[in-house]
């Protein structure tokens, strides 16, 4: 039963930083409708950063506030290649941001080299009901719920946050008002940037990261953004906390080569009973 | 109110809008003086909302010039309101060139929209939309506003409603109104002079009694009887 509700509770750690690559994914599609393939490359560029940080002596907390400021960074960079062109169509950027995910590989192997790093996170660990939890995994679900609590309240409350999601609802209204849609754009692309490098920090700790860590990256938080429908961080967080929890039950369980296939396709069933659910509600109300 | 020269405040001159090789306006000129209101009526495919978005700002000119006087606000063809968003912050957002984010004033003159601050705009009836978006463009503190297609998918008792505040507002404050109307009844009634564009051409202009009684005018828009 301990070892259970351990792989539950590392699950969940797994899924929460799954679901803060989604949740980046998920803003960007919002508001300028386009996929990202490169949002996995935020979360590298930070991890890759903070592990140089930390190494050149800087202390915890700035480097990795630093490394994820470079992370939001490289999202408005790959936001103005994806968006910065008036008239560029969804598609056309999703090609961009592909673009943008291999040419990344090539700076981050000159700047990095090709092997993996990591950088030391939160020592030792608690024991919860029995069950062992890293002090680590712990901080990344603590940051995990502040941060859907704060892009709760940014695009519920302030100002900034529903323009941008006016920008999502109805473009051409939103240039009516005189909301510049471009530039809400590369704002969103530099929060999913933000939210991107924040999952790396805190993942770095626990796996090394190197440059093509981003497709794992991308995988899971695809999967998880495709289950909220890539609008509704929500039932996005929902499926990454699924998606974690599968794989870590599956690795703990004597399945770990085969986790994210054993996850995915967990995920896939869940998927198609929802959209038979969904299917045969409209039925019903027509 | 911010006049060009003699007291207009829209000017368009030569206007040339074209989306890749179709010409939505060809050689469009037309002028609206301070205070006035004025409409500019036409089928479908006219050029009339291409006229609107060029006038807010949101389509570039192949060749000619728009000019406005003051900050020009757009009652956009079907509402395109922020369906996913409360009536306040649709509102708010309205305020978003202007910086004014009470709507109290807007209140003051559409009381209705109090009662239905709370209520996502998607939800509600046409009337009460149009009401939201007639709202949200006075929020930017407009000195010109342009309406297309008022009464669009409205009953008459609404339409009638939304056109007395849009002449309330129009006496009252001396706002500027282009409205863009295939009701050529309501637009003859509002507006004392008015503009005929077909195929992207001015193709009328003068008094709206004058047009009324031109007979290709009325043979088109009021069904074949003079108003």
Partial sequence: MSAFLTYLLNGLAVGCAIALIASGLVVIHRVTGVVNFAQGTFAVVAGLCTSSLLGLGLPHGASEVAAVLAAAVTGLLTGLAAVGRPGTTPLSSLIVTLGVGVLAYAVEIVLWGDQPRSAPGLAGSVTVAGARIQTQHLLVIAVTALAFAALALFFGRTYLGKALTACASNPYAARVVGIDVRRMGLLAFALGGLLGGIAGVLVTPLRPISFDTDVTLIVNGFAAAVFGALTRPVVTLAGALLLGVAETMAAGYGYGSHQLEIALGLMLVVMIVQAGRRSALSQESA | ?227
């Fill in chain 2, 1 to 227: 109110m911010t006049s060009l020269r003699d007291g207009r405040v829209i000017v368009v001159e030569d206007l040339v809008v074209a989306y890749g090789t179709a010409v939505a306006l060809d050689h469009v000129t037309l002028q609206v003086g301070a205070g006035e209101m004025v409409a500019l009526l036409g089928p479908n495919g006219a050029g009339k909302s291409t006229l609107a978005n060029a006038l807010a700002g949101l389509v570039e000119p192949a060749s000619g010039t728009v000019r406005v006087g003051g900050r020009a606000a757009l009652i956009p063809e079907g509402r395109q309101l922020f369906p996913d968003l409360s009536v306040a912050d649709n509102l708010a957002l309205g305020g978003w060139r202007s910086g004014e984010r009470d709507p109290s004033a807007v209140y003051d003159v559409l009381p209705r929209l109090a009662e239905l601050a709370g209520r996502r705009a998607g939800v509600l009836s046409g009337g009460e939309q149009q009401m939201v978006a007639f709202g949200r463009a006075l929020m930017s503190r407009p000195s010109v506003l342009v309406v297309d297609e008022l009464s669009l998918g409205l009953a008459p008792g609404v339409t009638a409603d939304l056109a007395a505040h849009l002449a309330g507002l129009n006496r009252s404050r001396g706002l500027t109104v282009l409205l863009i109307e295939q009701n050529a009844r309501l637009a003859f009634e509002l507006c004392p002079r008015a503009y005929v564009l077909e195929a992207g051409r001015v193709v009328a202009e003068g008094e709206s009694a004058e047009l009324a009684g031109d007979p290709r005018v009325a043979g088109a828009y009021l069904g074949g009887s003079v108003a």
